[in-house]
């Protein structure tokens, strides 16, 4: 186990990552907001899915789910359908159109990488690659254990104020 040390560098090191995460946001046209590229990502890695599918991948709640697939709908790089096993859900796909524009994301993304660490090795970016994924897939391991984890959306401890009379 690291030292405690190195977890306070690294939650240094994350909160700047906000930083990265902005400048890529730039990267998108102004028709697709980030919720948006999330959808069509989602459907792409994942295939075809219910909406509460969608909602639980995006790890937010179902009205802000709705919202963004139906941006995404409008634009036509979704489709929503009925699904067979129960016609009160629909199933999510992604379209041709919603594909040719994570194309056009993916070319953008990839550019504005290789433009912005061309200083970096093969083998940098490599194990930083396989770095990020090992704390995603940590992340996604803990989601499970939920109940291990003492701090979940819990209220900072408070402190008391000191009151002096005079």
Known sequence: MAAQSQYAELARQLSGVGAVKRSLARILPAECPGGSAAVLTLLE?????????????LAVDMSVTSRHVAHAAQRGWIERSADPADKRSRILRLTPAGQDLLDELARRTTEIFARTLDDWTDDDVGQLNALLARLRSSFGESRDRRQDIPYTRTPMRQETPVRHHT
Request: charged content about 40%; glycine content about 8%.
């Open 45 to 57: 890695r994942h295939g075809e899915m219910r909406m509460s599918r969608l909602s639980e991948l």
